[in-house]
């Protein structure tokens, strides 16, 4: 068990024949993801890395029964990628493309409201279920199977935090990059819902940032008891200045809202352990994991 | 992206909120012209990207032709230093001419995207002419927030339904305004659209005094008439710099430059050097796809800070190679023949390799094997050099 993803997962890449489409799928086929179609609108009949090209989404999907697609198109055609395979059907969309003009999400969250689709991303590293499927751009080799669930709103601190769980003998379920925009579907309460819900995941490690208000969120499921299991947090640009874009379109404080010490103080107060730099991700999720006394059931 | 008073008044009479009369003049002479087709009195206001610019003397009342041309003078050419503008200040290049205004009342109007609904906001005050993160401390009972959903689009009811809680008499005008601020916000993919005050007029009308323009950067390759807006004189250099070459560059003051792949990793990184008591020179993210070309950039960005006394370059490969990022590391240190020292935490795939190159470099590079070790070998360079 794990969350959204898994050996059965049958993939479509959209985007598959340009040089991330082509780099990124390689890769995801060395893994063992199950990659079963690709699209380029103009390619469809090719054959490309072993892998049927179709013209559109629709098509890939009648042929090959695929259940999850993941975009790797430019930030000005991602949107009406996200849109064209909600509507063929794919019940989970994973958006890697950064740049996504936001009143573009807007449109394209209205239109998923009343879809049974899951979008992850945009601007998003994708997600990895440990040894069975990966749908994104993060290297394979750091993780070790386990019992954590990862969570975050940046790419390479999930590779962080995912190595420094290793390097501590805590192997991991499900790494999902939920992306650092700020409109977007798929967010860590989403994330901790479905986390609950597996078996296998003993506890989550979540890596925050300043911007937006999806942390104290997490900290009012965790207060209310909608998550129970042990849960680990870090916010990244506690030392960021107020109106300062940081890299991310959604990490920047506005006013007093946003603040990496509000987010850290919702979390303690609910009862997570909060790391307070970024080498201490590991620890404070051993930490977490020492308080309701199932360390020993997540190592080795 | 952010643009002056000037421009929003221009951006605002195009889509029909209603402003006083007036115009933007770069000399004295221009600024006399302006005031001649004006109502006395005038205001004379410098055009700087800051607030505070009025406490800061870059807003003058003048009542007559002769005290503008003189109001002008002063005001053209001035260092304005503000709270925001640091203490190094800015180049006033032209000043605002407008009518004064005979305010009765003012108010607060904005429009911004709510995060968490992924709706347009609008968010409505009586408290108007000071700062909404200050209303919002101490009586937030007095901000009003109106959500809209896409499917059904700002409707006069909306703007009807604020009005008569906010207490305006000018209905039709507020009504005006309202629309004029949404049709701006999708026409031109802004990110936030504020008036701040929008006044009450002593004749009961509604004007929009001043206002805030901000753009989402994602959304301006398709407009180049607002790209066409940006003012380089207003933005770091270096930060425009970046830009050119598609790299995230924020400065920050300190004086240990990074280098880091990821805006997460970044952010992380500048809190560890702050976790170690040093202070970083700035934020920079090389992207997830980094390449030699882009870190020979960033190097050449971050070199260009006097004050930046050593290197902190913090790589997580993952799929990239380390040995490809140290060969970039060490051409780059070459070609510009790097003074300073550069401590290097790479973390990936072929790291050991990368590391045995930066060794038998023969150069200034310090290889690290954590980000916390890395940035406590940044704190003793920059103290040491201090």
Known sequence: ????????????????????????????????????????????????????????????????????????????????????????????????????????????????????????????????????????????????????????????????????LTALGLGQTTAVGIGGDPVKCFTFKDALKLFEQDPDTYGVLMIGEIGGADEEEAARMLRDGEFTKPLAAFIGGATAPPGKRMGHAGAIISGNSGTAAGKQKALKEAGASVAMTPDQMGNAMKDALERAGILEKCLG | MKIHEYQAKELFEEFGIPVLGGKVAETAEEAVKIAEGLKAPYVIKAQVHSGGRGKAGGVKLVNTLEEAREASEKILGMTLITHQTGPEGKLVRKVLVTEAAEVAKEYYFAMTVDRDTGKLALIASSEGGMEIEQVSKESPEKILTEKIDASVGLRDYHLRYLADKLGIKDVKGFIKTGLGMYKLFYAKDCSLVEINPLAELKDGTIVALDSKINFDDNALFRHPEIEAMRDPAEEDPRELEAKAYDLNYVSLGGNVGCLVNGAGLAMATMDMIHAVGAVPANFLDVGGGATAEKVTRAFEIILSDKDVKCIFVNIFGGIIKCDMIAEGLITAAKTMNLQIPVVARLEGTNVEEGKRMMRESGLNILPASSMREGAEMCAKIVKEAA
């Open chain 1, 1 to 164: 068990m794990a969350i959204l993803i898994n050996k059965d997962t049958r993939v479509i890449v959209q985007g598959m024949t340009g040089s991330q489409g082509t780099f990124h799928t390689e890769k995801m086929l060395e893994y063992g993801t199950k990659v079963v179609a690709g699209v380029t609108p103009g390619k469809g009949g090719q054959t490309h890395l072993g892998v049927p090209v179709f013209n559109t989404v629709r098509e890939a999907k009648e042929a090959t029964d695929a259940n999850a697609s993941i975009i790797f198109v430019p930030a000005k055609f991602a949107a009406a990628s996200i849109i064209e395979a909600a509507e063929a059907g794919l019940p989970l969309i994973v958006c890697i493309a950064e740049g996504i003009p936001v009143l573009d999400m807007m449109k394209v969250r209205e239109y998923l409201k009343d879809k049974d689709v899951t979008l992850i991303g945009p601007n998003c590293p994708g997600l990895s279920t440990v040894g069975e499927c990966k749908l994104g751009i993060m290297p394979g080799n750091i993780h070790i199977p386990g019992h954590i669930g990862v969570v975050s709103r940046s790419g390479t601190l999930t590779y962080e935090s995912v190595s420094q």
